[in-house]
């Protein structure tokens, strides 16, 4: 079955920098494109990123721009998500998931991990 498995979050300060990863199993990961996704304390869900499946397209909310970077190695089946810079605002718990391809456009799928707790405090 479809597993999606975040680690990295943490305690930071502001300004500092964090890298987060999720480990992708069950699925054919080099075929889909896989989304980074986060929600803040008392907030709604806010999309961070998005990356193709061959990892040559990129794609981030303008806020996030400059600050944050997703990459992947479809060798090891791992998705990334440094950031650089964070602020208070960062704060948040931060799930990666599995896209769904709705021709013509990819969309975030069912699957999504339990997710990565990032606090942005001094």
């Known amino acids: 079955q479809v597993q999606l498995v975040e680690s990295g979050g943490g305690l930071v300060q502001p300004g500092g920098s964090l890298r987060l990863s999720c480990t992708a199993s069950g699925f054919t990961f080099n075929s889909f494109r896989m989304y980074w996704v986060r929600q803040a304390p008392g907030k709604g869900l806010e999309w961070v990123s998005a990356?193709?499946?061959?990892?040559?397209?990129?794609y981030y909310a303008d806020s996030l721009k400059g600050r944050f970077t997703i990459s992947r190695d479809n060798a090891k089946k791992t998705l990334y998500l440094e950031m650089n810079s964070l602020k208070s605002e960062d704060t948040a718990v931060y799930y990666c998931?599995?896209?769904?391809?709705?021709?013509?456009?990819?969309?975030?799928?069912?699957?999504w991990g339990q997710g990565t707790r990032v606090t942005v405090s001094s």
């Open positions: 998931a599995k896209g769904i391809y709705r021709g013509p456009n990819w969309e975030l799928g069912r699957y």
């Open positions: 990356i193709n499946s061959d990892g040559d397209a990129t």
